[in-house]
């Protein structure tokens, strides 16, 4: 692949694997929840990537392996050149104030006993800064940076008294206050209203912009995706599918699942009335007991028995700076 | 082709008691509804699409304050039924309604098939094995396995549950049914093919659809009509084609501009402000202070003035001059 | 901060929060008080009995029990020589005095005891003293005489002389009415008795001073104890000794419990086993007879009791509760947030988990309150109070080895009883809307 080499590479998973151990009764063990089943990729520093795919395909569970939250059963996260796992407690704190984590539900994601104030200062507190004044001043700035103006009149709120977009600023902005080199935000914007969705997404897009953050946005709605991310990478039941720069993408999805996936959104078209997407059917796999070869050929119009269904296709190249794992490009 | 209306709103109002005042979710909306129309409800969150749905089917909280207006299915105000006529004769049987989130609310312990079929079997009087053969059948018409009928609820996944709540609501073949965000939980696929049933239904059926939903791209897939709502009232109503290509309203064309289309080369636009809080909305017009056209008049009510045929506006932009 | 004011805020819209805080206002008030009022050791001094009481009836019982009964039972009467004059004889080598003690009763009952309290002042050569009672009609009786060295104690209710002389117990005998018709009934002579001090003083410069003692069969609002002990000290006292058990008691348990369970929740694995063994072995040890044994075999300190009580309390059912109600909160985004942005363990269960709970313990931890003082209570009516602290416990133990009741002695039983009940209503009371309002589920019930 020939990439940007003056660009360098920030953060990246190497064939990793996250599973969870399945019990039965407590402690049988059952076997395991492949959520995260041999993903590669690389970020580069200051790009804006989606990782987009349906509820359940181990975007979450991919992102906390990213942030540390899960260890990994298998491959690793290498973070400017150094490997997460090997990280002692001092590393491993010093990397969670250099990677910042915006979740789903703001609301949930934000302790209801604290007042906006408090919840900003905490991971300055955490990470040693001793001085009041500096953690006010740094507070504001971030309360400011995320557009909740007057800063001094949302410090002494809680998180009830705000409105979702309001909440999902805050969260944004104790992403911010420490500084960080990257974002990791997980469906940012799936539990607010429609009206603000776009709001949030171009506020994310405009911090990650003037501050050169890298930005792994984590999403199930593609049609946001093409003006706030640069590259798009496909999951599906734990793997990455599908990954290229955001219009090539969608202009010509190549694995016949992202294919589906596009056919399936509808623009606001009065003539979408009138006729029936061409969904597939059947439901995405079990992640604990997945199907073999591509995991996708269940449901696709155009599996090849014999093959899609006993071997894993690899990454192909059908278009330039374009990967898809289907053997329909072979 | 002129048809008399199946539904009939004419001022309806809906108004909770609160702990700090007075929330008028509903707030005066009129609109009517033709046999085999959908009707696509859209609004932000907490406009009041749910308390209109909850007021047309009088399933009304506690702290209800007022609760008025007239609403006629063919020639009965069932707004003035007695109670026990308007559950007996109306509910399931002519109206039925999916509550939001009502795939999460069914019965954990009941077999699926028969919480479909207990509509008939308490509605219509209907024996178990006939109430279970129409429920088999529906489940046939909204795409689940008929295997699936004596599953429990958490056998199934979110799609599954979904259509089964829909089948729930079409088994008394209702002339009218209310989907309260049918499809928000839901994965664009799934939430494709769930429209896609939708669809299907309102073809082979002539069934009409009052469809909740804040997201605008999904209400085009089924909408004959738009009713936009803002701060509990409707501010635009309009056919589905004027509404997704000319709206009339300032706050319908932000909207429309606000949606991420994926064939879109310029980004979506945002709405700047807040919805005003119902419980002491502004005295003019309620889009007033985030409205980009806004102009001397807008500090008075606007009317819902007709720009077209069956087409109505809140907004002094198309009103006639003072 | 603010969510707490409301909910005060809200409680004022329930009539029985308001009295239960009124009540438990009057304890506190009542503490402060009597924390200034008696301290601390003079409270342990006076409890201990002795020389304090000895112008204290035995066993009285308050004065308003017997006013509300419409009795008119005396009550203590003093009558010192310094607020009488005294007449004064010269003779060569010496003085006589005669030094009239009198005092006026009135009571239809006779009083419980009669002492004389003499001092000698300022003479090495001690004074001989004659004692003459007088009575309202006259007549006069010579109770005895002797020479008086020092400071000394005429107890006029024991000289076994007298009694035989009287055949009457000499309070009796000297007070009443001769005249009453049935010897074994006697009635008391109402006017004023004299007791008249002949003191012949082999001395110029010394002076000698006495109290007469009329013991009253009432005193106080309290009463007193077989030790003449005023109760009013232990019912005082009792309060801040009982409210600092049951809320150090209270809060050690809650606190140190919920934090435990935070504990077990948050780390799970081997910790949160141990956590629920101990709690499992330790819910089926009775914790009364734990403490009966620890108070029979080691001491019966208060603060150690209190460390035992508290000790087993946390490893209680409660751990079972908060960790229902923790681990949700384990789950919830926010505390993830908090470990993805470098919070440690430590900070993550003090800071994120346990403040998400606490406004749901406040009501219990009000109604335990009470639990512990009565606990306190029963064990001190065991014997197993604290062995010089007045307590309310102790009050009842004293009334029971006393067979309080069995004697008539109402008031030594009720008067600690009612006090534990006000406390457990109050808390109670409080606890029970301090639940509506910090878990407003309950307020549809
Ligand atoms: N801690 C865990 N223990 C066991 N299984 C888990 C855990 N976390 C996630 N899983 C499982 O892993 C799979 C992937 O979950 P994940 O949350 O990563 O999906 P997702 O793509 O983020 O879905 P969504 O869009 O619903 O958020 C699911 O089947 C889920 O049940
Ligand atoms: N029972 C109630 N008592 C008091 N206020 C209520 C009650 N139910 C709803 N409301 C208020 O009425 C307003 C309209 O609520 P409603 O549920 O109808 O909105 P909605 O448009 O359906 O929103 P959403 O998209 O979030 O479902 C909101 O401000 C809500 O807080
Ligand atoms: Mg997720
Ligand atoms: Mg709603």
């Known amino acids: 692949m020939n990439r940007d080499t003056t660009a360098e590479t920030l953060l990246e998973a190497r064939d990793l694997h996250t599973w969870f151990e399945l019990r039965q009764w407590g402690f049988l063990r059952a076997g395991h929840v492949r959520a995260v089943d041999g993903v590669n990729f690389a970020l580069r520093r200051g790009e804006a990537v989606a990782f987009v795919g349906e509820s359940g395909c181990g975007k979450s569970s991919l992102a906390r392996t990213l942030l540390g939250l899960h260890r990994p059963t298998r491959g690793e996260v290498v973070f400017e050149g150094g490997h997460l796992e090997a990280l002692d407690k001092r590393g491993l704190k010093t990397y969670r104030a250099r990677v910042g ?43 400011e940076e995320v557009r909740l103006t007057p800063a001094e009149s949302y410090l002494s709120k809680f998180p009830h008294q705000l409105s979702g977009g309001q909440q999902q600023r805050v969260v944004i902005a104790r992403a911010l206050v420490l500084e960080p080199s990257m974002i990791i935000a997980d469906e940012p914007v799936s539990m607010l209203d429609a009206s603000v969705r776009v709001e949030i997404l171009r506020l994310l897009r405009n911090i990650q912009v003037e501050r050169g953050l890298t930005l792994a946005f984590i999403t199930h709605d593609l049609s946001t995706v093409r003006h706030f991310a640069e590259r798009i990478f496909v999951m599906y039941g734990g793997r990455i599918v599908e990954q290229a720069e955001v219009n090539e993408l969608l202009d010509h999805p190549q694995h016949p699942y992202t294919q589906a996936l596009l056919a399936a959104i509808p623009d606001p078209d009065p003539d979408n009335a009138d006729r029936e997407h061409a969904v597939p059917g059947g439901e995405p796999p079990s992640l604990a007991n997945p199907p073999p070869g591509c995991r996708f050929h269940p449901r696709c119009p155009e599996a090849m028995a014999g093959l899609c269904d006993r071997d894993e296709p690899p990454d192909f190249e059908p278009r330039p700076v374009h990967l898809s794992a289907c053997w329909l490009h072979r | 082709m002129t048809q008399p209306a199946l539904l009939r709103v ?33 609004g932000e969150s907490g406009c009041g699409k749910s308390s209109l749905a909850k007021a047309l089917l009088r399933l009304l909280p506690r702290n209800v304050q007022a609760h008025e207006g007239r609403v006629w299915l063919d020639d009965t105000d069932i707004l003035a039924l007695p109670e026990e006529r308007f559950r007996r004769d109306v509910q399931w049987l002519r109206i039925s309604m999916v509550m939001q989130a009502a795939m999460n609310a069914l019965n954990p312990v009941v077999r699926v098939g028969e919480q479909v079929a207990e509509p008939l079997m308490v509605h219509r009087g209907w024996s178990r094995a006939k109430a279970m053969e129409r429920a088999a059948e529906v489940f046939a018409l909204v795409g689940v396995s008929t295997d699936f009928l004596g599953r429990y609820p958490f056998e199934l996944s979110g799609g599954m549950r979904q259509r089964v709540v829909l089948a729930m609501s079409l088994v008394t073949e209702p002339d009218l ?97 807040q919805p005003p809080d119902l419980l002491d909305p502004p005295a003019g017009c309620r889009y007033a202070p985030r409205c980009p056209k806004r102009f001397g008049r807008c500090d008075e009510m606007p009317d819902s003035i007709t720009v077209g045929e069956r087409h109505h506006v809140r907004c002094w932009l198309h009103g006639a001059g003072p | 901060m603010r969510r707490w004011l409301e909910g005060l805020k809200q409680l004022r819209r329930y009539p029985s929060a308001v009295l239960g805080m009124l009540l438990i206002l009057f304890l506190v008030g009542l503490s402060v008080y009597t924390v200034v009022a008696i301290p601390y050791s003079q409270a342990l001094d006076l409890w201990r009995g002795g020389d304090h009481w000895r112008m204290h009836p035995v066993n009285a019982s308050p004065v308003w029990a017997d006013r509300l009964r419409g009795g008119d039972l005396p009550e203590t009467q003093i009558i010192s020589s310094d607020e009488v004059t005294a007449r004064v004889q010269e003779f060569p080598g010496g003085r006589r005095l005669q030094i009239p003690l009198g005092f006026d009763y009135q009571s239809s009952a006779f009083p419980s005891e009669l002492n004389l309290f003499l001092r000698v002042h300022d003479t090495e050569r001690p004074p001989f003293v004659r004692f003459i009672w007088q009575a309202p009609d006259g007549s006069e009786q010579v109770i005895g005489g002797r020479r008086v060295a020092r400071d000394e104690r005429v107890s006029i209710s024991q000289d076994w002389g007298l009694e035989r002389r009287l055949g009457h117990v000499p309070h009796v005998g000297l007070m009443m009415d001769p005249g009453s018709g049935n010897p074994s009934q006697p009635e008391v002579l109402t006017g004023i008795h004299t007791m008249l001090l002949d003191v012949v003083m082999f001395d110029e410069a010394g002076s000698v001073s006495a109290d007469l003692v009329v013991y009253g069969r009432v005193h106080g609002i309290a009463g007193t104890d077989h030790q003449r002990r005023d109760l009013m000290v232990a019912l005082m006292w009792g309060t801040p000794v009982a409210l600092a058990f049951g809320l150090i008691a209270a809060v050690g348990t809650t606190v140190t419990t919920l ?84 919070a440690g363990d430590a900070r993550i269960i003090l800071r994120y988990m346990v403040p998400r709970v606490l406004p749901v313990l406040i009501p219990t931890f009000v109604t335990l309150i009470p639990t512990f003082v009565f606990l306190e209570a029963s064990l001190a009516v065991l014997g197993l109070g604290d062995p010089v602290l007045p307590t309310w416990g102790k009050v009842l133990n004293d009334a029971q080895e006393q067979s309080a009741l069995y004697n008539g002695f109402y008031y030594w039983v009720v008067s600690p009883a009612a006090l534990l009940m006000l406390t457990g209503l109050g808390f109670a009371m409080l606890g029970f809307a301090l639940d509506r309002v910090f878990n407003p589920r309950l307020r549809s019930l």
Not at chain 1, 113 to 135: A, W
Not at chain 3, 286 to 305: D, E, K, R
Not at chain 3, 309 to 320: D, N, P, Y
Request: proline share 6%; hydrophobic share 50%.
């Open chain 1, 101 to 143: 984590y915006v979740q789903q539900d703001p609301y949930g994601a934000l302790p209801p006993f604290m007042d906006v104030g408090r919840i900003l200062s905490e991971p300055l507190i955490i990470h040693g800064v001793r001085d009041r004044e500096t953690r006010q001043a740094r507070v504001r700035a971030a309360l």
């Open chain 2, 10 to 42: 004419e001022n309806l109002r809906l108004a909770y008691r609160t702990g700090r005042g007075v929330v008028r979710a509903v707030d005066g909306v009129d609109f009517d509804l033709r046999r085999g129309e959908a009707l696509v409800l859209l």
């Open chain 2, 177 to 273: 049914v209310i989907l309260d965000e049918p499809t928000s939980a839901l994965d664009v696929l799934t939430q494709a093919g769930i429209m896609n049933v939708l669809k299907r239904i309102k073809r082979e059926l002539n069934t009409s659809f009052i469809l909740i939903t804040h997201d605008v791209s999904t209400s085009s897939e089924i909408a004959d009509r738009v009713a936009l709502m803002y701060a509990g009232q409707i501010v635009e109503l309009a056919d589905a084609r004027h509404f997704f290509t000319e709206p009339a309203h300032p706050y319908s064309q932000m909207l429309m501009a606000s949606v991420p289309r994926l064939h879109q080369p310029d980004p979506p636009q945002h709405i700047p402000g």
């Open chain 3, 259 to 342: 934090v435990i369970a935070a504990m077990g929740v948050w780390f799970r694995g081997w910790v949160d086993a141990t956590i629920q063994r101990l709690t499992e072995v330790n819910m089926i040890l009775p914790m009364l007879p734990i403490l009966v044994m620890v108070g029979t075999l080691y001491s019966t300190s208060i603060w150690l009791m209190l460390g035992v009580v508290v000790a087993l309390g946390i490893f209680s059912a409660g751990i079972k509760m908060y960790r229902a109600m923790l681990l949700p909160i384990r789950e919830a985004p926010y505390i993830e947030a908090a470990k993805a942005y470098g």
